[in-house]
């Protein structure tokens, strides 16, 4: 085990950052809307599973069908939405034949993608928000 003290740090404000913002929701509404279920979405969409990785074969087949479902979680009001990383891990890909490197980047790529989706949903609230109303 590698000791980082500047990541362990870096990852504790990160966290701290995570909490405050979790606890100005909650105390703004009483309560915290989480997205819902991501693989029972993905098969309204077609998607069937085929090996362990199950939903998180999406990021490699099909990541603008996660950033869509991502999309309309927050559409209908879900304050935190989850990575498509459910199943993933490094050694999950390596049993699918892939390498710790090309497993490392689709982790990051959930991430990405989830990000995106924020950004675009944020972004066409703020186009809402500064249109006329006549």
């Known amino acids: ?15 701290e950052k ?3 913002i979790i606890n100005e929701i909650i105390n703004k509404n009483g309560f ?25 074969q999406l990021i490699i087949d099909d ?6 479902i991502h999309q309309s979680y927050l559409e209908a009001g879900s304050d935190v939405i989850t990575t498509f990383s459910y199943q993933a891990s490094i050694p999950g890909f390596a049993r699918e034949g892939y390498s710790d490197k090309e497993a490392a980047t689709f982790l990051n790529s959930s ?3 989830a990000k995106g ?5 944020l972004e066409h609230q703020k186009e809402l928000c500064n249109k006329s109303i006549i």
């Open 63 to 68: 990541p603008k069908l996660i950033k869509k």
């Open 117 to 121: 989706a924020v950004d675009d949903f």
């Open 32 to 56: 915290i809307v989480l997205d819902g279920s991501q693989g029972t979405e993905a098969e309204k969409y077609g998607v069937k599973y085929r090996n362990s990785l199950w939903s998180s």
């Open 1 to 15: 085990i590698i000791f980082d003290a500047s990541r362990d740090q870096q990852f504790l404000r990160m966290k």
């Open 18 to 20: 995570i909490i405050n």
């Open 111 to 113: 991430i990405d993608i």
